[in-house]
């Protein structure tokens, strides 16, 4: 599992060694209502909604490079909602999009507040150039007081084989053919900003690493964005928001797997699921 800690190590590195690394919440954190990775309408979201009341301020010092106010579309016709791009050290980005109707600061002009709000949603993503990868805000944005102590919930392990699924109970042994199985999982991590996302999981067979999946950035592979440790050409989420792990050849005998969870405050959470393959 400790190779799984270097993208996460790599990113956190860049912001350690950068002057400007203290970066800040925009809006109170109470405010975020749905986090990075989440499931959003068969999507995975890239970065941070919230929704907020009062001034939205950039999270560090830069330039902003880029503004569009809402509903001018230009050479982006996806995007409808109102557009902030800040450059910062170290080629990241911050990006702001759906704040409300408001005059944007200027672009190479002094970065001030950047909207006021009255309970509207609104998106931020950060970006680091240099990698070409979404980082997950939530590694270099202060912690939030009170601490979280609560580890991720492990709720539900599947197998997967000719259209045949098996929710693992974590009791007693549960007998199933020899053969390659796709693995998938349901977990959450109640933290004190609400439910939201583990940081890092990982599968394991006899005590062997199998895969690991951990949410520091995302990248585009394959016209997809994938979270580090993931399988390119294979959706992220299924329809029922179960994540991925990966497929693997089980033998004969007994078998036992694990799943360890672990949260960006370092809680850990740990579920064994013993088989007989025969």
Excluded at 180 to 200: K, N, S, T, Y
Excluded at 269 to 278: A, I, K, T
Aim: hydrophobic content about 45%; overall charge negative; aromatic content about 10%.
């Amino acid at each position: 599992m400790r190779k799984a800690l270097f993208p996460f190590l790599g990113v956190l590195f860049s912001f350690l060694t950068s002057p400007l690394w203290a970066y800040q919440w925009p809006v109170d954190p109470s405010f975020l209502s749905m986090g990075f990775g989440s499931h959003v309408e068969g999507m995975t979201l890239p970065g941070l909604i919230f929704t907020s009341r009062g001034t939205v301020s950039p999270v560090a010092a830069g330039e902003v490079v880029f503004t569009r106010e809402a509903g001018d579309a230009g050479s982006l016709p996806l995007w409808t909602s109102s557009l902030v791009v800040i450059a910062h050290e170290e080629d990241f980005f911050s990006i702001y999009q759906g704040l409300p109707p408001s005059p944007l600061p200027p672009v190479a002009g002094p970065i001030t507040p950047l909207a006021d709000i009255e309970g509207t949603s609104w998106y931020f993503e950060l970006f680091d150039l240099r990698r070409q990868k979404i980082v997950n805000p939530l590694i270099v944005l202060p912690p939030v007081d009170p601490p979280d102590t609560r580890p991720p919930r492990i709720l539900d392990l599947v197998m997967e084989r000719d259209r045949e699924r098996i929710s693992l109970p974590s009791g007693g042994e549960t007998v199933i053919p020899p053969g390659v199985w796709r693995f998938f999982l349901r977990a959450d991590d109640p933290g004190p900003l609400g439910e939201g996302l583990w940081f890092r999981c990982s599968l394991l067979l006899q005590g062997v690493e199998l895969s690991t999946i951990e949410w520091s950035s995302l990248s585009l592979v394959q016209k997809a964005l994938l979270p580090e440790g993931s399988v390119p050409g294979e959706p992220v989420y299924t329809g029922d928001g179960l994540v991925f792990l990966g497929a693997f050849r089980l033998l004969p005998g007994r078998q036992q797997l694990r799943v360890v969870a672990r949260d960006l405050a370092g809680n850990l959470s740990s579920r064994v699921y013993p088989l007989v393959v025969r």
